[in-house]
């Protein structure tokens, strides 16, 4: 097994969320830090979805303070 087939989804096998519970409309300012530092590992480990992880990340990072 390599790397990229950790982050297919399609091959994922999880149960999928329910559709008719409550969502939260946004993330908190402590997930979206979280999350922005999760896809900048992925984006430099340089795999299939690197560029996805990149973008996504540079996406997040524009619209949420630093933590410094």
Known sequence: MDDDSLFDLQAAD?????S?????ALLTLEEAQD??????AIAQEHGR??????????E?????????
């Open 35 to 40: 999350l922005l530092q999760l896809l900048t």
């Open 20 to 24: 008719n519970g409550p969502r939260l």
């Open 49 to 58: 979805v690197s560029p996805e992880a990149e973008r996504l990340a540079r």
């Open 60 to 68: 997040i990072a524009a619209r949420i303070p630093s933590e410094n």
């Open 14 to 18: 999880f149960v999928p969320l329910e």
